[in-house]
């Protein structure tokens, strides 16, 4: 029993340190591995399924603690944040990329630029993108490190 409340414990340090990279939304490998890395003692007696668990016994400290599928990626949010439909759509075509732009979700997604950008910019008042002005095609690109296809390299100390 003691295990399994220092798991949550340290899984509610973890979501906390990295919510400023992430906005809340954080990917279940990584956090799984981010706990590995602090439990190095004990690195193979957590799996993805004691996460899971943990992170269902969480939902008891109020709005915020769950996972959700966005695409093939299982995500843990740690925010009160509630995502709709079209959110979930941006976060499963980034990615490929790890990023999408304003010109990619009207495409690939059939549309409008008003959608498109009241979407992103929901997602990004609420810290889940980044924004990257500075590609040499001028378009703003909108990085989500939650489902980027490269693992962050996300320190915690522990």
């Known amino acids: 029993m003691l295990k399994k409340i220092n798991i949550r414990v340290q899984i509610v340090d973890i979501c906390l340190a990295t919510r400023s990279l992430n906005g809340g939304l954080i990917n279940l490998q990584e956090l799984c591995y981010i706990l590995r890395q602090r439990r190095k003692s004990d690195r193979g007696a957590v799996s993805e399924d004691d996460c899971l668990r943990a992170i269902s016994k969480l939902k008891a400290l109020g ?68 924004i990257d002005d500075g590609h040499r095609d001028g378009k703003r690109r909108y990085w989500f490190p939650c489902v980027s296809p490269v693992s962050s390299s996300v320190s915690v100390d522990s």
């Open 63 to 130: 709005n915020g603690f769950e996972v959700i599928s966005v695409g093939k990626k299982k995500l843990v949010r740690s925010v009160p944040t509630e995502l709709n439909k079209d959110h979930n759509e941006i976060l499963e075509l980034a990615q490929a990329q790890g990023f999408v732009t304003v010109d990619e979700v009207e495409r690939r997604l059939s549309w409008t630029s008003g959608r498109a950008i009241d979407a992103l910019d929901t997602l990004l008042d609420e810290g889940l993108a980044m």
